[in-house]
């Protein structure tokens, strides 16, 4: 699709300093053109859309979903602010309507949900498996996010996660070692990721080894959750395979941090979750900025601990309880949260890049973190097409 | 305006148990019905509004805003996220804009501001003066108050803040005289509550009473600025003089707040101020709870430390950060609020109350808390009729 956007107040590229009075030229879904609108080539592109001033900054990368599930959480919260330890049934209550929801009753929901993240200016999207929690049931929720892909104009990016929720009644070692038979299969039904959780009550830094290891051999990138309810060594693991992300970290040490820059894996921050759970651990990004770690952002969206398709308000929170700066935060969601996804075709805006865009509704993308409760996105474009 | 609103799933009155399956009927502005639909009196009222299944709850009633200001602060907000020590030139900036802006100008601004409140479900709004910040500009900007009122369909509560900022080079005594002196033409002027900032760099409490004594003589309701930067004493202030609401709050005593309990004080809660300053005062509102202080929550809405128009987004920020329940966080948006305003006509869905409702984009409101960075009210209505 052919676009100009003209009249930008303000644009971030992430390639180089911000612009002032800028546009952008978009033709067959790329960027062919960036620069002061005083200098835009006659007859550059087709449709034209006036941007009255606002800021503009590349589509949103969100690093780290959890899109594909059924049900509501609804009395777990409830019980959770009312201070009771009664949990509702936790994941379990998901993994249940998740089952016995169909493949399309899945995929209207996960695309109402992705509806959502498109007017909050995501373009970009890692979409987890993971309620199902049996590979045949995960290899079926590939499917669902194959389908959904057809369903919205994000850009997915599907994560095989057999290792989120150990069944029950199973054994661990046999459970492991279908999910590493599973990884084949996965590649066929459309994964190009596979995580692990590897957390206290999930899975050990022995078996994510395992797991990933074998997700490599069949040709997936990896990610892992690491270090959020405890600290287990999950972090040092990602390190070392090289894995492309390594995401929550709120238990990450100092020497993980660094070893984490050094394998130049990418730390994903949820910080929705730190807030969902009532949790005070914001003290990460500073350690892992300390550390020179690349940044990404994610909104983690789940029905249990972070319910939030929106990346501005992940950006938010990332600012005003994390701690990151403006300028950090914003980066994170784009340009940090693409390279946690080993993408240089989107989270920036330059020639050769998607034409992906969010119009701030605003002059100047501080104003989207100081304004709170507030619409941040006025539109979205995905390679072109205005949304 | 006539107005019944049908297929409520689920309907929060405030004065008794939640709803299920209800409709509510307002004739001329006021509520002459509630019940379940299938108890639905024929004949009931002009426009009918279907409000599919969603949760219905009171219009909120913000307990704190100083919504009439001109200028940005953004540079202080970037500066402070960046961790620089610079503020920017702090409040100054925003009395030299306010000072700086025509009549016309500080009305469309705070319109503006009320549409967007408006919009996120508030229907009544305590709006303080205080950029002036000398008495005859803070008496200007109550003419501003008085202006918006006919511009926007909220129900206004205004509030004299003259006590807000020491204007440079003024002598403290004289400066407090002025104040005093000003009460009986802040009456004239539309005012219907007096307010004092009471702490550390602002007002001391023997200023206090003295502003606020005289408020009460010239026939002003009084609220206080407490214990928000420093532990002062104003929390006992408040509770001996009877005012109707001590706002922030943050650094109270038990004693102080069993004092405010004592008194009928309500305590105005302001979340989003504590984000803003990412501070972490968060345990006030567990402590005024236990002794049994009436809560209120409101936006604080102002340029430097909570530019915020949504009270869902205090609501949210209520529970997730403060720790209220959801069941209470809803009573202090809408009856607690308004008790901080001495109302009963408003905060409440009763026969007699103004027919004021947030009509909810979510089938419970716990969902609206849950969901972070949604959008949280569907449709607004003032006094029967539908925005």
Same mark, same amino acid.
């Given at each position: 699709?052919?676009?100009?956007?003209?009249?930008?107040?303000?644009?971030?590229?992430?390639?180089?300093?911000?612009?002032?009075?800028?546009?952008?030229?978009?033709?067959?879904?790329?960027?062919?053109?960036?620069?002061?609108?005083?200098?835009?080539?006659?007859?550059?592109?087709?449709?034209?859309?006036?941007?009255?001033?606002?800021?503009?900054?590349?589509?949103?990368?969100?690093?780290?979903?959890?899109?594909?599930?059924?049900?509501?959480?609804?009395?777990?919260?409830?019980?959770?602010?009312?201070?009771?330890?009664?949990?509702?049934?936790?994941?379990?209550?998901?993994?249940?309507?998740?089952?016995?929801?169909?493949?399309?009753?899945?995929?209207?929901?996960?695309?109402?949900?992705?509806?959502?993240?498109?007017?909050?200016?995501?373009?970009?999207?890692?979409?987890?498996?993971?309620?199902?929690?049996?590979?045949?049931?995960?290899?079926?929720?590939?499917?669902?996010?194959?389908?959904?892909?057809?369903?919205?104009?994000?850009?997915?990016?599907?994560?095989?996660?057999?290792?989120?929720?150990?069944?029950?009644?199973?054994?661990?070692?046999?459970?492991?070692?279908?999910?590493?038979?599973?990884?084949?299969?996965?590649?066929?039904?459309? =994964?190009?990721?596979?995580?692990?959780?590897?957390?206290?009550?999930?899975?050990?830094?022995?078996?994510?080894?395992?797991?990933?290891?074998?997700?490599?051999?069949?040709?997936?990138?990896?990610?892992?959750?690491?270090?959020?309810?405890?600290?287990?060594?999950?972090?040092?693991?990602?390190?070392?395979?090289?894995?492309?992300?390594?995401?929550?970290?709120?238990?990450?040490?100092?020497?993980?941090?660094?070893?984490?820059?050094?394998?130049?894996?990418?730390?994903?921050?949820?910080?929705?979750?730190?807030?969902?759970?009532?949790?005070?651990?914001?003290?990460?990004?500073?350690?892992?900025?300390?550390?020179?770690?690349?940044?990404?952002?994610?909104?983690?969206?789940?029905?249990?601990?972070?319910?939030?398709?929106?990346?501005?308000?992940?950006?938010?929170?990332?600012?005003?309880?994390?701690?990151?700066?403006?300028?950090?935060?914003?980066?994170?969601?784009?340009?940090?949260?693409?390279?946690?996804?080993?993408?240089?075709?989107?989270?920036?805006?330059?020639?050769?890049?998607?034409?992906?865009? =969010?119009?701030?509704?605003?002059?100047?993308?501080?104003?989207?973190?100081?304004?709170?409760?507030?619409?941040?996105?006025?539109?979205?474009?995905?390679?072109?097409?205005?949304?």
């Amino acid at each position: 699709m052919n676009l100009t956007v003209r009249r930008i107040g303000r644009l971030l590229t992430m390639t180089r300093e911000p612009l002032v009075d800028a546009a952008v030229v978009v033709r067959q879904g790329r960027v062919v053109w960036v620069g002061a609108e005083r200098d835009l080539p006659a007859g550059a592109a087709g449709e034209e859309y006036d941007a009255g001033g606002a800021c503009v900054v590349p589509g949103f990368v969100d690093a780290h979903t959890h899109l594909v599930f059924a049900g509501v959480r609804r009395e777990e919260f409830v019980a959770r602010l009312g201070g009771e330890s009664y949990d509702g049934g936790g994941i379990a209550v998901t993994v249940d309507a998740t089952r016995a929801a169909s493949h399309e009753e899945l995929v209207d929901l996960a695309a109402a949900r992705a509806a959502s993240a498109l007017s909050h200016g995501t373009t970009t999207m890692e979409v987890k498996t993971g309620y199902g929690p049996t590979p045949e049931h995960e290899l079926r929720l590939l499917d669902v996010i194959a389908s959904l892909s057809r369903r919205t104009p994000l850009r997915l990016e599907p994560t095989y996660l057999g290792a989120h929720v150990m069944p029950p009644g199973r054994e661990r070692g046999d459970y492991v070692r279908e999910v590493v038979a599973t990884m084949p299969r996965a590649v066929e039904h459309g =994964a190009r990721w596979a995580d692990v959780f590897c957390d206290q009550g999930a899975f050990t830094v022995e078996e994510a080894r395992r797991i990933l290891t074998a997700a490599r051999e069949a040709g997936l990138g990896l990610r892992l959750h690491a270090e959020e309810i405890a600290h287990t060594g999950a972090a040092r693991l990602a390190a070392q395979l090289g894995c492309a992300s390594a995401d929550h970290l709120e238990h990450v040490t100092p020497e993980e941090a660094a070893a984490l820059a050094a394998a130049g894996t990418v730390a994903v921050l949820l910080p929705t979750v730190t807030l969902s759970l009532r949790s005070d651990a914001w003290g990460h990004a500073a350690l892992l900025r300390e550390a020179g770690v690349e940044l990404a952002l994610g909104t983690d969206c789940n029905p249990g601990t972070s319910w939030c398709e929106s990346m501005p308000y992940a950006i938010q929170l990332g600012c005003l309880a994390m701690g990151l700066s403006v300028e950090e935060a914003f980066r994170a969601a784009t340009l940090g949260a693409a390279r946690s996804l080993r993408r240089d075709d989107v989270g920036r805006i330059a020639v050769g890049a998607w034409g992906d865009l =969010a119009i701030l509704d605003a002059e100047h993308e501080a104003d989207v973190v100081a304004h709170l409760g507030g619409r941040a996105v006025l539109r979205t474009v995905v390679g072109g097409f205005l949304h």
